[in-house]
């Protein structure tokens, strides 16, 4: 599924041009940097290539994501906990990181990416609905509710996992947060169209309201909680999600504040 920014108005009239979305820009700006200069993208050629650059991505990761065990105590993973986790990589053990601050891995994951397309799919959501709920929150609370609300979808994953396996796995990416922006669009904006590409024998561009679009999307996350296999944290999504639209919950009383 692919989408295009949303119409919120049938005619603009005279009213002034929306300001530029500066907070939803640089975000884009630095997590595509963020990741261009790590080993993910294979561009860097300080991380090498073949194997050691796939080792060297696997300690980056480490290095600065989210680990929930390391999040819940506040300590980095020991050499005996790092030897009784599973290698993600064979032949590519994890290394300790003693300098690692758990509790700033909560923010630095939230800019790192596995790939490409993880990036490109991240980066799409917050192009098209990044914009409009910036403008309604204003810059200021727009940047702060977007670390906090990935911040505790973070946090949320790391108790429901603390006693799974995956507990010593490494979370990375922007989509806690991005899911955030999409629950507080759905309830400032749900009869907003978007126009989305259904994959119909060819890909047909047609328009749903937001509220069908983002509740199918949630939906889907939500089943994928229960029913996928591990390597997407489905339920990041599903936390911030509901995250972003109960915070929206609570200033959409408020009339629309201006940038600052």
């Not at 975000?27 to 993208?41: D, K, M, Q, R, S």
């Amino acid at each position: 599924m692919a989408l295009t920014a949303p119409d919120h108005t049938a005619a603009r009239g005279d009213r002034p041009r929306p300001p530029v979305p500066a907070v939803t820009y640089a975000l884009i700006a630095v997590n595509t940097l963020a990741f261009l200069i790590g080993p993910a993208a294979g561009l860097n050629p300080l991380y090498g290539t073949g194997q050691a650059r796939v080792c060297a991505e696997q300690r980056y990761e480490q290095r600065w994501g989210a680990v929930p065990a390391e999040l819940l105590t506040g300590r980095p993973l020991t050499s005996e906990q790092l030897a009784e986790a599973p290698d993600p990589v064979p032949g590519c053990p994890a290394a300790p990181t003693p300098g690692k601050h758990p509790a700033l891995s909560a923010l630095s994951g939230l800019f790192l990416h596995a790939g490409w397309l993880h990036l490109l799919g991240n980066l799409l959501f917050l192009h098209v609905f990044g914009p409009t709920v910036e403008q309604r929150l204003g810059r200021a609370r727009y940047a702060v509710f977007y670390l906090a609300a990935g911040s505790l979808a973070t946090y949320g994953f790391a108790l429901a996992e603390a006693h799974s396996p995956d507990s010593t796995r490494v979370l990375i990416g922007a989509s806690g947060a991005i899911s955030a922006v999409l629950g507080a669009y759905l309830r400032f904006h749900p009869r907003s169209r978007v126009t989305t590409l259904v994959p119909l024998l060819l890909f047909l561009p047609l328009r749903f309201p937001a509220w069908l679009v983002l509740g199918l999307w949630f939906t889907l996350q939500w089943w994928s909680v229960h029913s996928a296999g591990p390597g997407v944290a489905y339920l990041v999504h599903v936390i911030g999600f509901s995250a972003g639209f109960l915070y929206a919950c609570t200033v959409a009383r408020h009339p629309p504040r201006r940038p600052v």
